[in-house]
């Protein structure tokens, strides 16, 4: 299968659908409500706290998608909880256009690097499941819950 037909397969609608639907709810949501804590509970999230952690989470895809481009990949046995760490350590008190626009160019960089892999595979795929597809479908729920409180909040 070549590689391009590989791209346009389950994982890259998934990631696509996702996304756009993941991008259309923040966007309707001002830049302060963005901040608002209650998104999610322990940690207590914000909006801004979700797209830097989807942000993180597709930027480390796309490094791991240039690892096996080039041959480094070592597999994707990892520790999640300890990654979900440090990713939040690293953006705390990050300002909310600053984690929109790394949510962003995360996303730009894995789709990046999934269209220049040559010969694209599961460990390749598995990359944009748990960065892309899988992990909005985890979030888009509860997120799609808290805009809905927040636009209410609004409204009143």
């Known amino acids: 299968m070549a590689a391009m037909d590989y791209m ?3 994982e890259l609608e998934a990631e ?10 923040v966007r309707s949501l001002t830049p302060g409500e963005c901040l608002i804590p209650g998104y999610y509970h322990d940690p207590d999230w914000a909006v801004r706290d979700l797209a830097g952690h989807i942000g993180t989470w597709l930027a480390e895809a796309a490094s791991q998608l240039e690892r096996i481009a080039v041959g480094t990949y070592e597999g994707h046995d ?6 979900n760490a ?5 953006m705390d008190g990050m300002a ?6 790394q949510a962003n160019a ?11 892999l040559r010969s694209p595979n599961d460990e390749a795929a598995w ?8 992990h ?16 209410a909040r609004r409204a009143a």
């Open 8 to 10: 346009y397969g389950a």
């Open 16 to 25: 696509r659908a996702g996304w756009y639907e993941f991008a259309e709810l």
């Open 78 to 83: 990892i520790d999640v909880d300890s990654l």
């Open 86 to 90: 440090q990713f939040l350590a690293a």
């Open 96 to 101: 909310w256009d600053v984690a929109w626009l």
């Open 106 to 116: 995360g996303r730009t960089r894995l789709m990046s690097a999934w269209s220049k």
């Open 127 to 134: 990359w944009i499941r748990k960065s892309g597809g899988d």
């Open 136 to 151: 909005y479908a985890e979030h888009l729920p509860h997120l799609r819950d808290w805009v809905g409180e927040l636009m």
